[in-house]
T-cell receptor, first 115, second 111 residues
Framework: KAGVTQTPRYLIKTRGQQVTLSCSPI?????VSWYQQTPGQGLQFLFE???????NKGNFPGRFSGRQFSNSRSEMNVSTLELGDSALYLC??????????????FGPGTRLTVL | DAKTTQPNSMESNEEEPVHLPCNHS???????IHWYRQLPSQGPEYVIH???SNVNNRMASLAIAEDRKSSTLILHRATLRDAAVYYC????????????FGKGTLLTVNP
């Protein structure tokens, strides 16, 4: 069974630009969550999509948005990039939705560098 | 808000047990404790989770203090492949669930 895949793996953008990251969950998984990982703040939850609906979101500005398609693939968009958006963006999928009772499966991440 | 505290780093020898602590003194009664680990250049990997009782699986054991203000992840026999950053995460359930991440403990395993 293929794992969670994220594309691209590396990305370099300049301030003010926008970026779209893609995540393909494990086959059959309906939930996709996004996380930001930086050396300073560590891991932070961005949002979760389940059956094409945003189910929960963390404390990030509106420049961060996402969506999920009918095949459960998800995209995350960051507009008007700032230097502080440089981070590893991780996507995780789960079968029935993120909950305290089950595990999530993470992809390898997309390393975004903003210059 | 709940908070988790972990040591920045720990060191162990191969084939010896490792006890990774996590303090979560402000945990609420319904918060689950999850542990994930992250190997270099990879995404986090699920290790174990629990609520009140100690838990065991093929990877590790989770010992939860009676007052739930701390927990310990136990690797029974460390291998070189266990070298990773281990994250303690509190998971508050409900529709607007909240995740509280620890900063992680970098585990070094010496051969």
């Amino acid at each position: 069974k293929a794992g969670v895949t994220q594309t691209p793996r590396y990305l370099i953008k300049t301030r003010g630009q926008q970026v779209t990251l893609s995540c393909s969950p494990i086959s059959g998984h309906r939930s996709v969550s996004w996380y930001q990982q930086t050396p300073g703040q560590g891991l932070q939850f961005l949002f979760e999509y389940f059956s094409e609906t945003q189910r929960n979101k963390g404390n990030f500005p509106g420049r961060f948005s996402g969506r999920q398609f009918s095949n459960s693939r998800s995209e995350m968009n960051v507009s008007t990039l700032e230097l502080g958006d440089s981070a590893l963006y991780l996507c995780a999928s789960s079968l029935v939705g993120s909950s305290p009772y089950n595990e999530q499966f993470f992809g390898p991440g997309t390393r975004l560098t903003v210059l | 808000d709940a908070k988790t505290t972990q040591p920045n780093s720990m060191e162990s020898n191969e084939e010896e047990p490792v006890h990774l602590p996590c303090n979560h003194s402000t945990i609420s009664g319904t918060d689950y404790i999850h542990w994930y680990r992250q190997l270099p250049s990879q995404g986090p990997e699920y290790v174990i989770h629990g609520l009140t009782s100690n838990v065991n699986n093929r990877m590790a054991s989770l010992a939860i203090a009676e007052d739930r203000k701390s927990s310990t992840l136990i690797l029974h026999r460390a291998t070189l492949r266990d070298a990773a950053v281990y994250y303690c995460i509190l998971y508050s359930g409900g529709s607007n669930y909240k995740l509280t991440f620890g900063k992680g403990t970098l585990l070094t395993v010496n051969p």
